[in-house]
């Protein structure tokens, strides 16, 4: 049999269509490319027939398309841009409020547009929705389909293995059957899936392409269910603890909180928690002189009403893990201690003032407010105020901020204020400004405002015999991040089991072989070997080359009957040779 093939293919399992004569072969050679790929065959589809079940039908065709899939995913990612770009309600108001002050014609259009809250909007849920219908639209029939090729047997060898992209042929000695046997063997030796389909041997290769392929999709399902999840059920919250005080998972104990649209306080994990102590260090010295080396939170802490107190370290990015909850550590400063006393040297007020950080050194500020108790050297019931600045590494010559971000020579800088805080007006107020409308300012000898630094033990007397302010010392204070947000372990799993299935499907080729042992005119047996894959590569050739030397070494090759030579045994290995009109490999 002549090694030259004859006929044209143009692509893998398609046939050429020259003319009407070679349609047969052109549907055997289609038949036997048939589900290499659990993909659906993508046809022009005209106007659909009339009716509310044609457009429906026409409508859900192009929906489970894999390329309106591909389509929603990218509109998606771009949807998700403004999201980063633009601050969010749902993360940072004040950003958004400096946002609406600063662009007063830009923010309106922005609201319109749901771009404060690109994730919660009409138009990304929209996306969102019709990805999550399409993906599960093209992968339900896919797996079934896949589950079919699984369970049934390679197709039968075609006709004409010459219009296969990869072939090879040789003439020998050994009986069909023991070349079809060896053929078999081989095969199920290099993990083919192979039977005997008359006269050949079928084997197909390869189907972790497809389980890769499908599994990335699904996986893709798991990552926007559990995305979703997580956000209908998601909670975020933080609180600011002092060294000594304590936390208890309830809604008032956050100072702020966020959470899902289906989250209810029933959700919150039952623990609480004590800051027993709180530790930074930092660079000393060098280029990054007072940068953080280390923070930590040394906490004690137990899970339901009556559990166990158990100790830990709670780090940045280290979280405490109890149940669905994460306790993050976020931010740290000063908060120092004082105690203030009315005229008469009665204590009406002594706690630990937070203050927040300014700057890199932790130049801090805030207001020590005294709302009941005081009364003024005339007996008359006050409010007293002191807008605090605290300095924790204080320098002569540098009055207004701190030089280094550790406690080493710590100032707290005071002015001392006496009125309404206003309260009581049921306007709600931060806790770290103060409200000069209806306080005034205590007056030093010169008739200005009142001001001292105080170091540790030190006390501020104030005038006319309005009492006094003492610095007692300072301690930390860590502010902690709550969140709860179930499905992320699920979809961590997704995007891990999405890298591993995208590999699977770009690296692994499925393939398939034939192997055709029939007796000549001559009653020499011919062997035909020819492979297909659904794409070209060198793979399939290679493969094939490699398979057909070792069956070649157990049916070696017999002489041609025009060969003068009398020993079969020079007979030259077989070599894979391409199908007319295709690269050859």
Request: negative net charge; contains cysteine.
């Amino acid at each position: 049999m002549s090694n030259t093939p004859t006929g044209v293919t143009g692509a893998p399992g398609a046939a050429s269509g020259e003319t009407p004569a070679a349609a047969p072969d052109d549907q055997d050679l289609g038949a036997a490319g048939s589900q290499l790929s659990t993909a659906p065959v993508e046809t022009l589809t005209g106007v659909p027939a009339l009716g509310v079940v044609g457009w429906a039908r026409w409508f859900w065709r192009q929906l489970t398309s894999m390329r309106v899939a591909l389509l929603l995913l990218l509109l998606l990612a771009l949807g998700a841009i403004p999201g980063s770009l633009i601050p969010q309600t749902g993360t940072d108001a004040t950003k958004v409020a400096a946002f609406e002050k600063d662009h007063p014609t830009l923010a309106p259009i922005y609201d319109r547009l749901g771009l404060f809250h690109v994730y919660s909007s009409v138009w990304f849920s929209a996306i969102y929705i019709l990805l999550f219908v399409s993906l599960i639209g093209c992968i339900v029939p896919r797996t079934w389909q896949f589950v079919g090729q699984l369970r049934s047997r390679p197709p039968g060898a075609p006709r004409r293995l010459t219009r296969l992209p990869a072939y090879t042929t040789w003439r020998t000695e050994a009986e069909p059957e023991q070349v079809r046997e060896a053929a078999l063997a081989l095969l199920k030796k290099r993990r083919f899936r192979a039977h005997v389909a008359g006269d050949a041997v079928a084997a197909e290769k390869g189907y972790l392409r497809e389980v890769g392929n499908l599994a990335f999709h699904i996986a893709l399902i798991v990552m926007l269910v559990a995305f979703a999840w997580g956000q209908l059920f998601k909670m975020e919250g933080n609180k600011l603890v002092v060294e000594g005080d304590g936390f208890s998972n309830t809604l008032t104990q956050y100072d702020d909180i966020k959470s899902g649209t289906l989250f209810s306080t029933d959700d919150l994990a039952p623990f609480s928690f004590t800051l027993n102590d709180f530790q930074g260090t930092y660079e000393v010295s060098g280029p990054n002189k007072g940068t953080p080396r280390t923070y930590q939170a040394a906490l004690t802490y137990s899970e339901g009403a009556y559990g166990k107190d158990r100790k830990t370290v709670v780090k940045v990015n280290h979280p405490l893990e109890i149940g669905d909850s994460k306790v993050y550590l976020t931010a740290h400063g000063y908060a120092p201690v004082v105690t203030v006393r009315d005229g008469k040297g009665d204590v009406v007020y002594s706690d630990a003032v937070p203050l927040l950080p300014l700057d890199s050194n932790v130049t801090s500020s805030g207001v020590i407010k005294v709302y009941d108790g005081y009364r003024n050297a005339k007996g008359v019931s006050e409010q007293l105020a002191f807008q605090a600045f605290l300095l924790p590494t204080y320098a002569k010559g540098n009055e207004v901020s701190s030089v280094f971000p550790a406690l080493i020579n710590p100032v707290l800088n005071l002015e001392p204020y006496h009125g309404d805080l206003g309260v009581n007006s049921g306007i709600p107020q931060s806790v770290y400004q103060l409200d000069k409308a209806h306080m005034k300012g205590f007056k030093d000898a010169k008739g200005l405002q009142m001001r001292e630094n105080l170091e540790p033990g030190e006390t501020m007397t104030l005038p006319g015999g309005a009492g006094s302010i003492t610095y007692e010392g300072t301690k930390e204070w860590a502010n902690f991040q709550i969140t709860q947000q179930p499905g992320s372990g699920w979809a961590l799993g997704g995007a891990i089991t999405a890298i591993f299935g995208l590999a699977a499907s770009l690296f692994i080729q499925r393939r398939r072989v034939w192997v055709r042992a029939v007796k000549g005119a001559d009653g020499v047996t011919v062997v035909e070997m020819a492979g297909l894959g659904r794409s070209e590569s060198a793979k399939v050739p290679e493969e094939l080359g490699d398979l057909a030397g070792i069956l070649y070494d157990q049916a070696p090759g017999a002489p041609d009957p025009d060969d003068d030579s009398a020993d079969s045994s020079k007979s030259p290995d077989p070599q894979v040779v391409p199908a007319e009109g295709a690269e050859k490999k």
